[in-house]
């Protein structure tokens, strides 16, 4: 079993910056693809960013060139960098864990943080 759990969420005025976090156990870190989704009310959880083991990274069009996301494997932990907020950018942020091992296929995610971009 692996424990996902995000962190940095806030409320922030539209154009401010916020880093987000999700930290992952397990000893294969280096071995996990981390993926950042989100959910507004009343609309379907979206991929927002991912990073593979290998560090490509792929973001959706909504966020290209405001937000980067970033791995530290000596700290199992994935960063997502939001910078020039938007209110539309307001949502629950979960952190998604996935690799395959040996044929199997392995999926985690975290409980959610928060991002809500307000005046």
């Known amino acids: 079993q692996v424990q996902v759990v995000e962190s940095g969420g806030d409320l922030v005025h539209p154009g401010g910056s916020l880093r987000l976090s999700c930290t992952a156990s397990g000893s294969i870190f280096s071995l996990y693809a981390m993926d950042w989704y989100r959910q507004a009310p009343g609309k379907q959880r979206a991929l927002v960013a991912a990073?593979?083991?290998?560090?490509?990274?792929n973001y959706a069009d909504s966020v290209k060139g405001r937000f980067t996301i970033s791995r530290d494997n000596a700290k199992n932990t994935v960063y997502l960098q939001m910078n020039s907020l938007k209110p539309e950018d307001t949502a629950v942020y979960y952190c998604n864990v996935h690799w395959k091992l040996r044929g199997n296929d392995y999926d985690y995610w975290g409980q959610g943080t928060q991002v809500t971009v307000s005046s």
């Open positions: 990073i593979s083991s290998g560090g490509s990274t």
